[in-house]
């Protein structure tokens, strides 16, 4: 292996590197437009984050309000802990078709 094939492929892994990165770049604004929805309780408890794992809205039913404190808290945290898993599926399973499962901390 001469050094002009080493270079030559060192060139087309950085081309690559940089080919993703516009990817990945684009596919990190798409993410921060979409929302994930999820619920608890049967439908009692709605929460609603983006694409950067933020909370966006969380909507308590009637009937939610109506159970204790401690319930109410655990059908919230439940809600708002599924979307976010929900969302973060999703990142990782268009992450891992970016970077053709080749995992790289901190890209995403």
Do not use: W, Y
């Amino acid at each position: 292996m001469g050094i002009n094939s080493f270079q030559g492929g060192l060139t087309n892994l950085i081309r690559e590197a940089k080919r993703m990165q516009v990817k990945i770049s684009k596919l990190k604004e798409e993410f921060a437009e979409l929302e994930f929805a999820a619920d608890s309780g049967n439908g009692m408890v709605k929460a609603v984050v983006n694409g950067n794992l933020e909370l966006k809205h969380i909507e308590i039913s009637e009937d939610a309000q109506k159970e204790d404190k401690d319930m109410l808290n655990d059908l919230i945290v439940a809600a708002v802990n599924k979307a976010i898993k929900d969302a973060q599926t999703q990142k990782e399973g268009q992450m891992s078709k970016i970077t053709s499962g080749f995992a790289v901390p901190g890209l995403f």
